[in-house]
């Protein structure tokens, strides 16, 4: 995993993985180097583990399915003061999150996000589109912060985020991380970013059946009441 040269600061990476063979070399090949990816295997019948550990990734299985278990799970193995988290199917470019990672470096935002703008053909069909709509509108009341995008590519630190005690470990995971964040008064911020179409077939929002699942588990976080403890990202 020769890495994109990156000589400001270290973070892992997490990368949660469902049958991502054909999409890894690309990934691991966009890691900055001098930092760690995390690759999640959660269930791949694929050879995806043994394809990212050779390409130098560490390999973490999670055997509960489910976005959020993939997440935590890497979550929990990282060990760097700096976190990210990317989508593994190459539809965003790990080589970005430098500039992602760089206002929480630098004490200016507690969490920043992707938000994805779409290039190439297919890149973000319309019924995951108006679903990431419609919650972003519900997470805008629910929080008062002006995102426009739930981005999969995002970055904290580490401790924060276990502070954050997420539950959720389906779909809402990342939602339940915003929210969360936002009651504990982080500063969360968004940074455009390049969104590409995937390399193979989406298990979320490649279907309008997908999409609704992923909408409802993003829903029932939303309806959740404010969590009570504190948790502070500084």
Do not use: Q
Request: charged fraction near 25%; hydrophobic fraction near 45%; proline fraction near 6%.
């Amino acid at each position: 995993m020769k890495g994109v040269t990156d000589s400001t600061t270290s973070a892992d990476v997490v990368l949660p993985c469902l049958d991502e063979a054909a999409a890894l070399p690309w990934v691991l090949g966009r890691i900055p180097a001098g930092w760690r990816a995390v690759v999640v295997d959660n269930g791949s019948a694929d050879g995806s583990a043994d394809l990212a550990r050779s390409l130098g990734a560490t390999v973490v299985h999670e055997p509960r399915r489910g976005f959020g278990a993939a997440c935590h799970a890497g979550l929990l193995a990282c060990e760097a003061d700096l976190v990210c988290f990317c989508d593994c199917d190459a539809s965003l470019d790990p080589a970005l999150l430098p500039a992602l990672v760089a206002p929480v470096r630098d004490g200016t935002a507690d969490l920043v996000l992707g938000r994805r703008r779409p290039e190439g053909r297919g890149a973000w069909p319309l019924h995951a589109r108006l679903g990431n709509l419609a919650l972003s509108r519900m997470l805008r009341r629910r929080t008062r912060l002006d995102l426009r995008d739930l981005g999969p590519m995002r970055a904290a630190r580490r401790e924060a985020l276990l502070a954050l005690e997420l539950t959720d470990r389906r779909n809402g995971y990342p939602l339940e991380m915003v929210v969360r964040a936002a009651d504990a008064g982080w500063r969360v911020t968004e940074t455009d970013v390049p969104y590409r179409p995937r390399t193979g077939t989406s298990k979320v929002t490649g279907t309008w059946r997908g999409t609704w699942h992923a909408v409802r588990d993003m829903s029932a976080v939303l309806r959740a009441p404010a969590a009570g403890a504190e948790a502070t990202a500084r």
